[in-house]
């Protein structure tokens, strides 16, 4: 029956609905609530000053990253090194005293488990399929890669959460971004997903969840779906999905927090349940061909300022948009670019490898093959690959990708949100370009005056060695 | 929460489109530990563009800002409401919104009024001279020229502003519905309903 088929998103929603009021919100149950320095200080004071208790701390995990600077955490002796920006070791100092403070369990920065919320969320099986997880972050849309219903929320509701272990929210409408064919080779998830947002933009998405379907994502490793997923929210939806599937239990099973023995089976069981019904309907649907998906690197201060590698940056004019043409003149002039430019004449003196949207083990190989036996390019100043955890670092060394980047010039670091944003000391410096594998290209995203070109990790290691940016697929 | 009923003054005639968080308020602000103090840094990288509108006189003290669609997209930081009220304003008018930025506005006491382009475009005109008034009961923006715009607003959303409503106070009210959803979940969903503790 064509009424009661479900789509993915409505069936995790309808197992969580708390109540319904008349008007059609919802209180909503939270499973899972990550929690990091930047967005929970002001939360717990709130709770403090109520003298609220947090309902579920069982259901909560707090890790640093965001102002964690990515070097060296311990001296030669082991003892941890002091934060030098006063008001970054405040922020972490809370965090540390928080989460005890409220019964949460804390991971340390110089845990080995340390990370990104949104890569030791997965890696640890905290997250899970068919589950509400939420964050003080737009990037938990991550976690939609392993079928979750995953999303950002501001530090009011996060302080909701911890006090009531539920959210009041309207339903979201359904959009489903249908993907038909196979990737050219070379082609890469971020580069799908930095052609999906270019192609429906950043409004495309707003007010509903997106699901991602086609055999291009029931083929993509779990690591892919995350990408994919992650930048949901550069194209304004506010979760994006892709159905749990034998892969992802494979990648699940085991994990520290994952179910367990007869736990286990039922979840299987019900994951395996949740697959958009056929005959549902999505309230807008996009279908993209994957073999018009190339290389893909953003020219503006837009996500969805996005154009393929062999293209050229666009003329204002050639917008349709009298508001749009005005948002690229400001763009170009602030990315000092010039109308008919081919992109891949653009020098860099910046490369980021890292962030929550590609700093996974996946991503450093790919990185690691483009750049073994080959050393950045002497215009390239700064270099800096950042593992997205702890764990994803010991993986990367015991396969010597670190060697590879050391060797070709590249830094190793330590874990943390890096580059991605410029609350910690890895920032791009003003005038600067940077090829990086983050998420956003905003003005001053990556520190006051830094030019982001958004690419995938194989683009920005082609774009360390030759020093600008490059279609990778002349270097394979 | 500060009741929410009237806000009428200057309004900024910013008019952008796709105003981002990090645009509100750049990244290096959000080391603080309080909410306060943020109005520094709000729309600092428009402000080092000559003649923006929020360092022309003319606008000084504004309470509303008008920009264009997607107003608050990008991160979710709420420090980006935070910001907005610090430096004095109390109500945005855009045609649209991101869902996380309308959700912090709200839970901050910002009205974010939701009204088409053309009216959009027309506020924008005359807020470069003249106050603007928006009536949150009546649910609607007027000006001194007899304009007059009504705009929807979620009935939830606009009862807990009028009166001043703390959300987290509300849902803890409903703990017993909560609680009967726990047991449930023990029931239905017990994988996901164990904590961390007993899984590990």
């Excluded at chain 1, 086609?214 to 999905?241: D, Q």
């Excluded at chain 1, 892969?247 to 019900?270: E, I, M, N, Q, S």
């Excluded at chain 1, 998906?293 to 837009?302: E, L």
Aim: charged content about 25%; hydrophobic content about 40%; glycine content about 10%.
């Amino acid at each position: 029956m064509a009424d009661t088929a479900r789509t993915l998103y409505e069936k995790i929603w309808d197992a969580h609905v708390v109540e319904r009021r008349d008007d059609g919100t919802c209180l909503v149950y939270i499973d899972r609530h990550l929690v990091h320095e930047v967005t929970s200080p002001q939360a717990f004071e709130a709770l403090r000053a109520a003298g609220r208790p947090v309902r579920r701390p069982d259901l909560t995990l707090a890790v640093p990253d965001h102002n964690l600077p990515t070097t060296a955490r311990r001296d030669a002796a082991g003892n941890r090194l002091p934060i030098a920006d006063p008001e970054s070791a405040q922020q972490l100092a809370m965090l540390e005293r928080n989460a005890p403070a409220f019964g949460i369990r804390y991971i340390d920065a110089t845990d080995r488990e340390q990370g990104i919320v949104h890569v030791v969320g997965p890696e640890q099986g905290f997250s899970l399929p068919g589950a509400t997880i939420v964050c003080g972050d737009s990037h938990t849309a991550c976690h939609g890669g392993l079928g979750a219903l995953a999303f950002g929320i501001g530090t009011s509701e996060v302080e909701h959460v911890l006090a009531t272990q539920t959210l009041l929210l309207s339903p979201s409408k359904t959009m489903e971004v249908r993907v038909e064919g196979d990737l050219p080779l070379g082609v890469s998830p971020k580069d799908l997903i930095l052609h999906i947002i270019g192609r429906i933009g950043t409004g495309g998405g707003t007010g509903h969840v997106i699901e991602y379907r086609g055999k291009v994502f029931e083929e993509m490793s779990i690591e892919g779906r995350l990408t994919v997923c992650n930048m949901s929210i550069e194209a304004g939806a506010r979760a994006g999905l892709i159905a749990p599937d034998a892969k992802t239990f494979a990648y699940l099973k085991d994990r520290p927090y994952a179910p367990k023995g007869a736990d286990w089976d039922a979840a299987v069981a019900w994951w395996t349940s949740l697959a958009t019904d056929p005959g549902a309907r999505f309230d807008k649907s996009v279908t993209i061909q994957a073999a018009d998906v190339q290389p893909s690197v953003t020219w503006g201060t837009s996500p969805e300022d996005v154009v393929p590698i062999g293209g050229v940056v666009p003329a204002p004019e050639s917008f349709a948009d009298a508001s749009k043409q005005d948002a690229a003149r400001k763009s170009l002039d602030y990315m000092g670019l010039t109308p008919g430019q081919r992109m891949d004449a653009v020098e860099i003196q910046n490369v980021f490898i890292g962030s929550c949207t590609n700093s996974r083990i996946e991503d450093l190989r790919a990185a690691a093959a483009v750049l073994k036996g080959r050393t950045k390019a002497p215009n390239v100043k700064w270099a800096i690959v950042v593992p997205g955890s702890g764990l994803v670092k010991e993986q990367a060394e015991a396969e010597g990708l670190d060697q590879v980047f050391i060797a070709a010039g590249l830094e190793w670091r330590e874990p943390g949100c890096s580059a991605c944003l410029g609350m910690n000391p890895d920032k791009v410096p003003a005038g600067e370009r940077c090829a990086s594998t983050s998420n956003r290209n905003f003005v001053g995203r990556q520190g006051p005056g830094a030019r982001t070109h958004l690419v995938s990790p194989a683009m920005a290691a082609a774009a360390a060695v030759t020093g600008r940016l490059t279609d990778v697929r002349e270097l394979v | 929460m500060e009741p929410v009923r009237t806000i009428e003054g200057k309004a900024y005639p910013f008019g952008r489109k796709n105003v981002d968080t990090d645009v509100i308020i750049p990244a290096q602000w959000l080391k603080t530990i309080s909410r306060e103090g943020l109005g520094k840094g709000c729309f600092e990288s428009v402000r080092q563009e000559p003649g923006n509108v929020f360092d022309d006189p003319a606008y000084q003290g504004a309470s509303i800002v008008i920009a264009g669609d997607n107003f608050g997209c990008g991160s979710s930081r709420e420090h980006a409401a935070w910001a907005l009220l610090d430096m004095g304003v109390r109500a945005v008018i855009a045609p649209s919104y991101s869902d996380i930025f309308s959700g912090n506005a709200f839970k901050n006491g910002i009205l974010a009024v939701v009204l088409p382009q053309e009216a959009v475009d027309r506020l924008l005109e005359v807020a470069k001279t003249d106050p603007i008034h928006i009536d949150l009961e009546s649910q609607t923006v007027t000006t001194p020229f007899q304009d007059r715009f009504t705009f929807e607003i979620d009935p939830f959303r606009k009862h807990c502003l009028i009166n001043g409503l703390d959300e987290v106070g509300l849902t803890l009210a409903r703990d017993s519905a909560i609680a009967a959803y726990e047991d449930r979940a023990r029931a239905s969903l017990p994988f996901l309903a164990r904590g961390i503790d007993q899984a590990a």
